[in-house]
């Protein structure tokens, strides 16, 4: 019978969200043997624009060895106007990166629109109300941003310091500041069958890419209490 679904998907940014959507879309459509055309819409000609030109370098690679196309177009439009897709065979998906969701009125934000948190993740000028993830942003006394990592791996970090924190406050103790990780050394980028990492600037793909994805899963799950 006639493939369901649609036969076109363009996935609008380049970063991680959006490279490996397109890979595994790629991945699957080959090894389905469906007919489907996978395109990955950037802002430069090497997706991961943060990462390293030699890691950016082996996942266009990846990308072209999958059969994702590739379009160089300005990201800045909200979704809404994006247009509409040609019609029931194609599908747009957008992952532009991280913004902030909806916030409660009345608390300190940046001008980006999120949660403007001191070096204990405290909302600025909230006693008890702290404040972590994507939607929070750390600051210093002066409101100059502290970079963090706006990864998952910073989320965990986050949510581990600020137990400890809300169990010092509940027994008297001092607790230091929050250690913001804006250098953390690992990426893993997963590339349908294949993977790389970079660790300090260095990538690395193959088996070794596998295997340190494969790690990093493992790590996340026994957190998540999964294993």
């Known amino acids: 019978g006639a493939e369901q679904g ?81 019609g029931a065979e194609e599908l747009l998906v957008w992952a532009t990166g991280t913004a902030p969701q909806s916030l409660p009125a009345g608390l300190a934000r940046t001008p980006g629109g999120f949660f403007a948190v001191d070096r204990h993740l405290r909302v600025k000028g909230q006693a008890n109300i702290f404040a972590i993830g994507d939607n929070a942003q750390l600051q210093d006394d002066q409101g100059v941003v502290i970079p963090t990592a706006m990864r998952a791996s910073e989320a965990i970090f986050q949510g581990t310091w600020l137990g400890k924190r809300l169990h010092a406050l509940a027994s008297g103790a001092k607790l230091a500041p929050y250690g913001a990780k804006p ?12 993977a790389i990492f970079s660790f300090k600037g260095m990538g690395f793909n193959s088996w070794a890419g596998v295997g340190f994805r494969r790690f990093l899963l493992f790590g996340y799950q026994v957190r998540l209490g999964w294993k």
Request: glycine share 8%; hydrophobic share 40%.
């Open 6 to 86: 649609p036969r076109r998907v363009t996935v609008i940014g380049d970063g991680l969200t959006g490279v490996e959507l397109a890979a595994e879309l790629a991945l699957h459509a080959r090894q389905t043997q469906r007919r489907l055309e996978v395109k990955l819409v950037r802002r430069e000609e090497l997706p991961l624009g943060y990462m390293s030109v030699k890691l950016r370098q082996k996942a266009n690679q990846a990308l072209l060895d999958l059969g994702v196309q590739r379009s160089i177009e300005r990201l800045a439009a909200p979704p809404e106007s994006a247009g509409e897709p040609e």
């Open 183 to 194: 250098d953390f050394p690992f990426y893993g980028v997963s590339l349908g069958d294949k």
